[in-house]
C-alpha cells in the first residue's frame, strides 16, 4: 500500500510516498481502507516536532512514528477471527490518537478503537473532517465548559476546523455566539449559526467592554490575561494551544470560584461515545462539515505547506489516489 512516511523531523519536504506492506489484522483488530485523512496544524507540529515536547515523547532524534494522520473515514475491509461489531463493507469514521498511521490507503485497530459507523449523509471527506474540529470543540463546550442554554460564549477563531464546529455545536446547545474572524470569513462564519461576528482585523474584542461567560481560543491566538476582563465573573477561557502561560494559569485557577483558564488534549479524552454522538447530530443536519481543500496523497507537502499557512477555512483533506 501506499503511505506517507515522516522518517525525519523537518519541513514539509520531510514527508515522502512510499509503498509500505498492507497491514494484517490481529484477532481483534479490524482493517480500514482509508478513503479521507485531515491534515492538521497538530500534525506540522508532529512532523517538525514543534514544541520540543513531541521529541520527549516520540523520540529525540528522529520520529518513532512511521505514518502520521490521526483522523480518518474509510470502509472496514477485513476484520480478525474474534471481532464481532464491525464488518468487511462498514463504512466508518474515527481517530488514532495514539499509533498515528491514517496518512495510508489501509490501518488497523483494535475493535475497541475509537472508530464508530460513518453517517449516511456525508461523504467519507465530509465525515473525516467531523473527527478532527468537531470532536475538539466537543470536548471543550460541553465537557470543560459545561456550557448551557443562553450562556455568551465567544469564539476566537471561528472560520478554522475547531472554530467552525464550535460555532455549530454552541448554537446546538443553546448558547448565544459570537464569532471572532476576518472579514473575509464573516459571511461564512455568520452561515455557521453565530448571532454576531467581530473582524478581528479592525476590532479587538478584548477591549469593547462586552463580556461572556465562556471565551473559547480556538485558535490559540489570545491570552488568559488578555481575556480575563471579557470574562463574566465565573467566567471560563478555553484554549487549544499548550503554552507555558495557559499552563500556569490553568494550575493558578483551577480551584478559583472566579474566572478560569481552561487548557485540554482532547485527542486523549475522547470516547467512542462523542463519535456516536456527532454522527447523530450530522445525521439530524445539525452539523456541517466544511472543507476547504482535497490533496491526493502524493501532494502531502503541498497540504502541509497550507495548512500550515494558518489561513484554512474547516478541514483539509487527503485522499488516496484514485478516490
Ligand atoms: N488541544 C487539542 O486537543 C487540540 C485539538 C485540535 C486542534 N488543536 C489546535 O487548535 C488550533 C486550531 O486548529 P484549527 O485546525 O481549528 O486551526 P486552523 O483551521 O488552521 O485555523 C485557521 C483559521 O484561523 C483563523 N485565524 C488566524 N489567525 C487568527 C486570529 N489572530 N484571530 C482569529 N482567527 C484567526 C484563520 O482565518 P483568517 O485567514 O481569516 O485569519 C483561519 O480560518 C491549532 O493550534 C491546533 O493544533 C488543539
Known amino acids: 500500500m501506499k503511505a506517507i512516511v515522516c ?47 513531541i521529541r520527549l515523547m516520540y523520540g529525540l532524534v528522529r520520529p518513532r512514528y512511521a505514518v502520521l494522520g490521526v483522523e480518518f473515514a474509510g470502509e472496514v475491509d477485513a476484520v480478525g477471527k474474534e471481532v464481532a461489531t464491525f464488518a468487511p463493507g462498514d463504512p466508518v469514521i474515527g481517530i488514532s490518537p495514539r499509533t498515528f498511521g491514517t496518512y495510508a490507503e489501509y490501518k488497523c485497530l483494535p475493535e475497541e478503537s475509537l472508530v464508530a459507523p460513518k453517517p449516511g449523509n456525508l461523504t467519507f471527506e465530509e465525515a473525516a473532517g467531523l473527527c478532527d474540529g468537531a470532536l475538539t470543540a466537543l470536548v471543550f463546550l460541553r465537557d470543560k465548559a459545561k456550557l448551557q442554554r443562553g450562556q455568551h460564549v465567544l469564539i476566537n477563531g471561528a472560520s478554522g476546523s475547531v472554530g467552525a464546529y464550535a460555532v455549530q455545536l454552541a448554537k446546538h446547545f443553546g448558547a448565544e455566539v459570537t464569532g471572532v474572524c476576518s472579514a473575509a470569513n464573516a459571511a461564512f462564519v455568520t452561515s455557521l449559526g453565530a448571532d454576531r461576528v467581530i473582524d478581528y482585523t479592525r ?121
Open 7 to 53: 522518517s525525519r523531523y523537518g519541513s514539509p519536504d520531510a514527508l515522502r510516498v512510499a509503498e509500505m506492506p498492507r497491514p494484517i489484522p490481529g484477532d481483534n483488530e479490524i482493517r480500514i481502507r482509508i478513503r479521507a485523512a485531515v491534515v492538521t496544524p497538530a500534525d506540522c507540529a508532529f512532523r517538525k516536532a514543534d514544541p520540543f515536547f
Open 203 to 323: 476590532d479587538d474584542f478584548t477591549r469593547n467592554g462586552r463580556t461572556y461567560d465562556v471565551i473559547f481560543d480556538a485558535v490559540g491566538k489570545r491570552t488568559f490575561p488578555q481575556c480575563k476582563h471579557s470574562l463574566a465573573p465565573a467566567g471560563i477561557y478555553l484554549s487549544t494551544v499548550p503554552t507555558p502561560g495557559i499552563m500556569l494559569h490553568m494550575l493558578r485557577t483551577a480551584k478559583s470560584r472566579g474566572r478560569r483558564a481552561i487548557f485540554a488534549a482532547t485527542g486523549l479524552k475522547q470516547r467512542v461515545e462523542n463519535l456516536h454522538f456527532l454522527r447523530k447530530l450530522a445525521e439530524a443536519g445539525i452539523i456541517k462539515p466544511v472543507i476547504d481543500r482535497r490533496y491526493p496523497l502524493e501532494q502531502i507537502a503541498e497540504a502541509h505547506r497550507y495548512v500550515e499557512s494558518g489561513r484554512k477555512k474547516g478541514n483539509v483533506v487527503l485522499v488516496p489516489s484514485g478516490e
